[in-house]
């Protein structure tokens, strides 16, 4: 049976690939740093580890330990209006962090690495966006997806690292944080809501974004085809 890695698997989206690995028979690994997610999120059958992305001693040991078929790499701090402020933590979390992965999965000659990467690296270009689209991030948290993206191209050439990308598109749903003021703008309209405050709109409130429910696209991040309904839109 394939052994997965699933990084931020205590956060949103990782606490619902973690649930759809483990119906599909894997055995998972769930690694995080619980700077956003939160260990209760993540079924009891999967390993959960403390641990970060950026401690690359810890990442080689868990390789090393668990032989993972499977790496899905969803750990990150999404933040990305903020990106420009915290331009050093960004790029280490987000950029370096992943590739000591990418370096582990070449070394252990992992299947597949699933990189989760955003709508973010199209920067101001007009929805709906398409992935012939060249991609223009404008911000740090988006430079460093695209990075990470173009890191994988090179891994794949160089290395034969057979990749995935999504580019997943506002995704809402259950488990979402919506304590964190930077992060998510649904997150951020429930906590404001919640609060009976106004709801924060810039600009002239004409902007148009595309969402995604988490329960349309979870089942299909393992890799599952069969999992993608007529209706379900998958985001890539
Ligand atoms: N939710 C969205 O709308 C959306 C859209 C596009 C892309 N993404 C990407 O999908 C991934 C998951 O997003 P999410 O919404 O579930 O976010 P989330 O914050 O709920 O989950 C991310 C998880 O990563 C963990 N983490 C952060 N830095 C870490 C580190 N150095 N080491 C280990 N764990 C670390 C956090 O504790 C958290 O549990 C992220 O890479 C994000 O950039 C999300």
């Given amino acids: 049976m394939p052994v997965s890695l699933v990084t931020g698997g205590a956060g949103f989206m990782g606490a619902h690939l973690v649930k759809e690995l483990l119906a599909m028979g894997h055995t998972v690994v769930a690694l995080d740093d619980l700077s956003g997610g939160f260990q209760d999120q993540v079924d009891p059958r999967a390993t959960f580890v403390h641990g970060s992305i950026n401690d690359h001693a810890l990442v080689d040991r868990l390789f090393e330990e668990h032989r993972f078929t499977y790496v899905y790499h ?39 690495f699933v990189f989760t990467s955003s709508i973010a690296v199209y920067g101001a270009l007009k929805p709906p966006m398409r992935e012939d689209m060249v991609p223009v991030p404008e911000d740090p948290y988006g430079v460093a997806k695209l990075a990470v993206e173009m890191d994988l191209r090179a891994a794949r050439h160089m290395f034969g690292l057979n990749y995935v990308v999504f580019r997943p598109h506002n995704v809402y749903g259950e488990y979402q944080n919506i304590g964190d003021r930077y992060r998510n703008v649904i997150g951020i309209f429930m906590n404001q809501l919640m609060q009976g405050q106004p709801m924060s709109v810039f600009g002239d409130g004409e902007q148009q974004r595309a969402f995604t429910y988490i329960g349309d696209i979870a089942p299909i991040m393992p890799g599952r085809q069969d999992a993608i309904r007529p209706t379900a839109r998958s985001s890539t």
């Fill in 74 to 112: 969803l750990a990150a701090y999404a933040a990305e209006g903020l990106s420009h402020f915290i331009r050093r933590f960004n790029y280490q979390n987000n950029l370096i962090g992943s590739i000591n992965l990418i370096n582990a999965s070449v070394r252990h000659e992992v299947k597949c």
